[in-house]
């Protein structure tokens, strides 16, 4: 069965720097898309970059990266110049392909940016 | 464009009383993803429909838990009796399609508390 760790429990960085939160994952299928999420203290799940595994190139979205290392399994989310309003809990999730193609979600990480 | 609406926002209710949840998903969105969040882990998919028809229920405990999708729109999930470790946020998720790199759109969520 698929499964996503994600060992940090929480993190504190500070205003304008960058942060790498980790994500490691178990499949042993060849096809496969991660996910990461934010969760504000609202409560909403908000979409933030999608690696699929056959892509070349590592996935950007603005000031989000994903450091993707496939034979290392590791799916790492990199934000660069980090802002107040990224104070939240992260979550990573794997989808594989086939059948009802459904998330699995680590436990999260909670991210504090310092001003 | 509007997102994933859900109500009630919050509900407090006694063990063995029952509950329901209801969902209107972004319009045109095909998949309908009902989520359990315990707190200090990430979601856990109960139910997945395509249209107004079940793809994955697996982790739905279906001796108290039921949900269904009216005419492929709104959608409401029962809890029915309520136990204390029913307790938690109830997300909706919707997307265009099934898999691949489709992102789930989430609702505020739900949060129950079974007393």
């Known amino acids: 069965a698929q499964k996503i760790t994600q060992t940090q429990p929480g993190m504190f960085v500070q205003e304008k720097e960058a942060v790498t939160l980790d994500c490691t994952y178990d499949t042993s299928d060849p096809s496969y898309g991660l996910f990461w999420y934010k969760q504000p203290s609202s409560g909403e799940m908000i979409f933030l970059i999608y690696q699929g595994s056959y892509d070349q190139q590592n996935a950007t979205e603005g000031r989000y990266s994903l450091n993707f290392q496939k034979a290392r399994k590791s799916a790492n989310l990199v934000i660069s110049a980090s802002q107040l309003g990224d104070s939240a809990m992260y979550f990573c999730?794997?989808?594989?392909?086939?059948?009802?193609?459904?998330?699995?979600f680590g436990k999260g990480m909670k991210l504090t940016v310092n001003p | 464009e509007a997102g994933v609406a859900q109500s009630p926002r919050y509900k407090i209710i006694e063990k063995r009383q029952s509950v329901a949840f209801w969902c209107n998903p972004i319009s045109g969105h095909a998949t309908l993803y009902w989520y359990q969040q315990i707190l200090g882990q990430g979601p856990k998919l109960l139910i997945q429909?395509?249209?107004?028809?079940?793809?994955?229920d697996s982790q739905l405990p279906k001796d108290r838990f039921s949900a269904e999708r009216l005419k492929g729109v709104d959608s409401t999930l029962k809890i029915q009796p309520a136990k204390l470790e029913d307790s938690a946020v109830y997300l909706c998720?919707?997307?265009?399609?099934?898999?691949?790199?489709?992102?789930?759109?989430f609702g505020p969520g739900t949060r129950l508390t079974v007393t």
């Open positions: 999730a794997i989808r594989l392909r086939g059948g009802s193609e459904k998330l699995v």
């Open positions: 429909f395509q249209n107004n028809g079940v793809v994955d």
């Open positions: 998720a919707s997307s265009l399609g099934l898999g691949g790199a489709y992102e789930q759109y």
